[in-house]
């Protein structure tokens, strides 16, 4: 069973920074590590998402180029380093685990694929 906390969720003004954490109970080498996010009244939607095998990543059209995933092996923690946001991207913020044989980011990234999920973190950024 894999168990995931986020945390650095925050209020900040666009513009700004914020790197959230997810502290994963196992990280295998052939699991998928994905960030979601859901605002209210919408649907939950694929941010990032890193390949453990490789450390390869993709991202969603609306964060790339602003939004960075990374690891810390040694502290079993997936980061997402989000820049430049945008009143936008105000949602909360969900962690994902799976064995993941996908070989597209589309499917790495559509959260009916994971069964492991944290309990989520609260991101607003005001205008």
């Known amino acids: 069973q894999v168990q995931l906390v986020e945390s650095g969720g925050n209020s900040v003004q666009a513009g700004g920074s914020l790197r959230l954490s997810c502290a994963a109970s196992?990280?295998?080498?052939?699991?998928?590590m994905a960030w979601f996010r859901q605002a209210p009244g919408k649907e939950r939607e694929g941010v990032g998402v890193?390949?453990?095998?490789?450390?390869?990543?993709g991202y969603g059209d609306s964060v790339k180029g602003r939004f960075t995933i990374s690891r810390d092996n040694a502290k079993n923690t997936l980061y997402l380093q989000m820049n430049t946001l945008k009143p936008e991207d105000t949602a909360m913020y969900y962690c994902?685990?799976?064995?993941?044989?996908?070989?597209?980011?589309?499917?790495?990234?559509?959260?009916?694929?994971?069964?492991?999920w944290g309990q989520g973190t609260q991101v607003t950024v005001a205008s």
């Open positions: 890193m390949y453990l095998i490789d450390g390869s990543t």
């Open positions: 994902a685990a799976e064995p993941c044989p996908w070989g597209d980011n589309v499917q790495a990234l559509a959260p009916h694929e994971y069964r492991y």
């Open positions: 196992i990280i295998y080498g052939r699991y998928c």
